[in-house]
């Protein structure tokens, strides 16, 4: 196993609440596996992602439980040198805004350098040839000419291949990608993600995705993991999880997406309510107020995933 | 789509300098500024060939002279050259401005850097020295360091810079604490760039336009500091000629020789105008915003 999550939270302190961000979550995910990890704004996702790499500002945010195994090391056991020797190198972050994310006073060039002179110890000149490399396959045209342009020079959707190249550029055994293509149109969208497919499959890289675009998910993961209110509410294989889904908020997220197969009449149907206040959730389970088949138990039980199917796990009262 | 906009690749190395340089140029004000300032340092550099007389030459039978011939701006009260005296006089003054501004810089960028990454405990102690300097009343304390260490160019440059670094502790700090917050700071975090790297790679280049106008200002005002550290008589002593030093003798014979006072003052204040300018161009010029609006309303 690459990477093995166990019993992960990670709260916020902020006025004197606590904003548990992530709670309680475990997964697990193998060399070559693309993981997509869906849920509405504010549910967790990122956290939980910035969380693998120890990101989070403390304080306000802490890492209060858990344990992320990767490559047979507690990542949250690492000294503060040991875990940036693997940010960037073992593993990798593409983040969700390509416009803001490259640093506007270097040049394309200098910042895919860098992960390699950081962990590699290349030279200048060796860097600058792999950098041209990594440009040459996430396709930028004339990368010797372009690695000297600078990022304001470049459309949102080349920041975002420079981006993948920066990730790509210590050929990392994970990659996680937060919301990876939602600034762009959605051709370039479709190109994007195909092309970080492929080359994570011809490395055997796995792949974290978390996005809110569940035809990303059906279309490039192999597992997916449902969060709602900073907790795991299922996990299942890409097709189980899209022909049976298990949990009421799945079903009321795929409901609420058009899909080409579907008869005209049928109208789509929105959540109704909004995601809950972290600091403040509901008893029992965070998602009674706005469940279509909320019980008299789940307004007094959170209730904790359980097997539905084989390698299928829901979180919910109605499966008991 | 494949990014085939072949169209700006050729201006891809049109570098923010140059940009900078050419709204600099069209900066009326900054431009005079730049004229000014580009004169008094040829003027400070070419000095011996520039200067008629030695500035040190005493010529006794003709003291306290007025402009003629032989001595365009006269003599003073030892017979020596006015003219050369101011002359020599710019590489003394502009060399402490300048000198007393970059060591204030590097101590306060350092300073503003490492409280505005770190934040915290370092945050609080780094920022409560700067207060406890910033509330000294500044000749006050120029006094007790001149007082302290002998007058002389060492000590009025220590004074200055220990009175400057503040400045640019606090302007750094601000900055750094909004930049800090950017993605891309986050993603250079993420790739497992050093503390050490992401101030000196990535914060500090991005917060260096506000520093390089409030540096250009501030060797104006260290330059104002020294005039009168000098003319209160702690500063570069005589024979060294400092504009501040001759403005202090001229002073005593206002009436007799007005030039005497008068030469060295303009000096001075060519000087901080020139760099207030400067700085006031380069404010316009750095930032992007107002570069646009300019040429839309050109």
Not at chain 1, 207 to 231: C, W
Not at chain 2, 103 to 131: E, H, N, P, S
Request: contains cysteine; proline residues 6%.
């Amino acid at each position: 196993m690459l990477l093995e999550v166990r019993n992960l939270s990670t709260h916020f302190e902020t006025d004197g609440r606590i904003v548990k961000a992530v709670d309680d979550i475990s997964y697990c995910l193998d060399t070559g596996e693309t993981l997509g990890v869906v849920g509405e704004s504010g549910c967790g996702k990122t956290v939980s992602a910035l969380s693998l790499l120890r990101l989070i500002k403390d304080p306000p945010g802490r890492i209060v439980q858990g344990e992320i195994m990767f490559e047979g090391k507690d990542l949250l056991a690492l000294s503060e040198e040991e875990i940036r020797a693997v940010r960037g190198n073992r593993i990798a972050m593409i983040f969700q805004e390509p416009m803001t994310s490259l640093n506007p006073v270097h040049t394309i060039g200098f910042q895919v350098m860098e992960p390699l002179m950081i962990h590699k110890g290349l030279s200048r000149s060796d860097a600058m040839r792999e950098c041209i490399e990594l440009l040459k396959t996430v396709q930028i045209p004339d990368a010797d000419i372009r690695a000297r342009a600078y990022p304001h020079q470049f459309s949102g959707g080349m920041r975002q291949r420079v981006m993948i190249a920066m990730g790509l550029a210590c050929a990392p055994r994970l990659i996680i990608a937060d919301e990876p293509t939602t600034a762009l149109d959605v051709t370039i969208q479709a190109e994007l993600l195909e092309l970080m497919k492929r080359l994570t499959v011809v490395k055997g890289t796995a792949l974290i995705i978390i996005t809110h675009n569940l035809g990303v998910v059906a279309r490039y993961a192999d597992k997916v993991m449902v969060m709602y209110a900073g907790r795991i509410v299922e996990k299942a294989d890409t097709r189980d999880l899209f022909r049976a889904p298990g949990h009421p908020y799945t079903r009321a997220l795929l409901e609420s997406v058009p899909r080409l197969d579907q008869d005209l009449k049928v109208k789509l149907r929105p959540i109704e309510g909004q995601p809950p206040d972290l600091a403040m959730l509901p008893s029992g389970c965070a998602f009674h107020p706005r469940c279509p088949q909320c019980m008299d138990r789940c307004r007094h039980e959170a209730p904790a995933l359980k097997n539905v199917a084989e390698r299928h796990e829901v979180a919910c009262w109605i499966h008991d | 789509m494949n990014g085939r906009t072949r169209d700006d690749a050729p201006r891809a190395h049109r570098s923010v300098l140059m940009e900078t340089a050419m709204a600099l140029v069209r900066h009326r004000v900054a431009f005079a500024g730049l004229v000014i300032l580009l004169g008094l340092i040829v003027m400070a550099a070419f000095a011996p060939v520039l200067a008629p007389y030695d500035p040190n030459e005493q010529d006794l039978y003709q003291v306290l002279q007025g402009p003629s011939r032989q001595h365009l701006l006269g003599t003073d009260d030892v017979g020596r050259d006015l003219l050369s005296r101011v002359i020599y006089g710019s590489r003394v003054t502009l060399a402490m401005g300048i000198l007393s501004t970059l060591f204030a810089a590097v101590i306060g960028i350092l300073a503003g850097l490492v409280a505005g990454y770190k934040g915290g405990i370092w945050d609080a102690v780094i920022m409560r020295i700067t207060d406890t300097f910033m509330c000294m009343p500044a000749l006050v304390l120029a006094l007790v360091i001149v007082a302290a260490l002998g007058p002389g160019m060492k000590s009025v440059v220590i004074s200055i810079t220990v009175l400057a670094w503040t400045g640019f502790a606090r302007i750094t700090r601000g900055q750094v604490m909004i930049v800090r917050e950017l993605p891309y700071v986050e993603a250079a975090h993420a790739l497992g760039a050093s503390g050490y790297r992401i101030m000196f790679r990535h914060l500090l280049p991005n917060v260096m336009a506000p520093l390089i106008v409030t540096a250009t200002i501030s060797v104006g005002m260290n330059i104002m500091l020294e005039s009168a550290v000098s003319f209160l008589g702690i500063g570069v002593q005589q024979p060294t000629p400092s504009w501040g030093n001759e403005l202090r003798i001229g002073y005593s014979y206002l009436e007799i020789v007005p030039l005497f006072s008068i030469a060295p003052g303009l000096m001075i204040t060519l000087a901080v105008l020139a760099f207030n300018f400067l700085g006031d161009g380069l404010r316009d010029a750095l930032d992007p915003r107002l570069r646009g609006e300019e040429k839309a309303g050109s």
